[in-house]
């Protein structure tokens, strides 16, 4: 058996880089060993590709070469980090995966959601996380939070009725995966949140013997 694979989503501002430190600082106490790795990114090649997606100067890439740059960037990062890390027994915890792609490219952008789920399944061979953690903050909150830590990305400098769709796919996603996707208020103070997001890796780790 694989090590556990463990993504966090959600909508901009949802604390996801901060609860990501969180869980690998209170795994490796435990003397457990995991990667921390993000998407798009994760590899030299896949960094690359980020840089140009998450560009303001990119802003008028179209929707069908953002999803297949999204998708180039995944397919290297499964293939020469994440999928042999989990192969060699490292807990793989990663800031954003393929729901990303359903909620940015799909509701976000308005690509059919049948040919992303297709071109999602061939990027990663089938790879599913075994436990996604969805940091859930209205949009706004969510907004004005990323404002303060960053200027805003391409992504981040869209239109507010954009980041609406987003966070509503997310939460149909959780609607439809209740046993592997589990709803988070990232409103509440970190700890908080932290604290729940160790119970739930706690009930995997536990039903993984």
Same mark, same amino acid.
């Given at each position: 058996? +694989? &090590?556990?694979? $463990?993504?966090?989503?959600?909508?901009?501002?949802?604390?996801?880089? /901060?609860?990501?430190?969180?869980?690998?600082?209170?795994?490796?106490?435990?003397? $457990?060993?995991?990667?921390?790795?993000?998407?798009?990114?994760?590899?030299?090649?896949?960094?690359?590709?980020?840089?140009?997606?998450?560009?303001?100067? /990119?802003?008028?890439?179209?929707?069908?070469?953002?999803?297949?740059?999204?998708?180039?960037?995944?397919?290297?990062?499964?293939?020469?980090?994440?999928?042999?890390?989990?192969?060699?027994? /490292?807990? =793989?915890?990663?800031?954003?995966?393929?729901?990303?792609?359903? &909620?940015?490219?799909?509701?976000?952008?308005?690509?059919?959601?049948?040919?992303?789920?297709?071109?999602?399944?061939?990027?990663?061979?089938?790879?599913?996380?075994?436990?996604?953690?969805?940091?859930?903050?209205? =949009?706004?909150?969510?907004?004005?939070?990323?404002? +303060?830590?960053? +200027?805003?990305?391409?992504?981040?400098?869209?239109?507010?009725?954009?980041?609406?769709?987003?966070?509503?796919?997310?939460?149909?996603?959780?609607?439809?995966?209740?046993?592997?996707?589990?709803?988070?208020?990232? +409103?509440?103070?970190?700890?908080?949140? &932290?604290?729940? =997001?160790?119970?739930? =890796?706690?009930?995997?780790?536990?039903?993984?013997?």
């Amino acid at each position: 058996m +694989r &090590a556990p694979f $463990i993504t966090f989503e959600g909508p901009e501002g949802g604390g996801k880089t /901060t609860q990501v430190a969180l869980l690998e600082r209170a795994l490796l106490d435990r003397d $457990i060993r995991c990667q921390v790795t993000r998407e798009p990114g994760g590899t030299e090649l896949a960094n690359s590709l980020r840089k140009v997606l998450l560009s303001v100067a /990119t802003h008028g890439m179209g929707a069908k070469a953002e999803l297949l740059l999204m998708l180039a960037a995944r397919a290297d990062h499964v293939q020469r980090l994440i999928r042999p890390g989990l192969d060699e027994g /490292t807990t =793989v915890i990663c800031d954003r995966f393929v729901d990303s792609t359903v &909620a940015y490219q799909g509701a976000g952008r308005g690509l059919d959601m049948g040919l992303i789920g297709k071109l999602n399944h061939f990027a990663t061979s089938g790879l599913v996380p075994d436990l996604t953690l969805l940091l859930d903050v209205p =949009v706004e909150v969510g907004l004005k939070r990323a404002a +303060r830590t960053s +200027r805003p990305d391409r992504f981040e400098g869209q239109a507010l009725d954009f980041h609406q769709r987003l966070r509503e796919a997310f939460r149909q996603l959780a609607e439809r995966e209740p046993e592997r996707i589990k709803i988070l208020d990232a +409103r509440q103070p970190e700890e908080e949140t &932290a604290r729940q =997001v160790l119970e739930q =890796v706690d009930k995997l780790l536990r039903e993984r013997g």
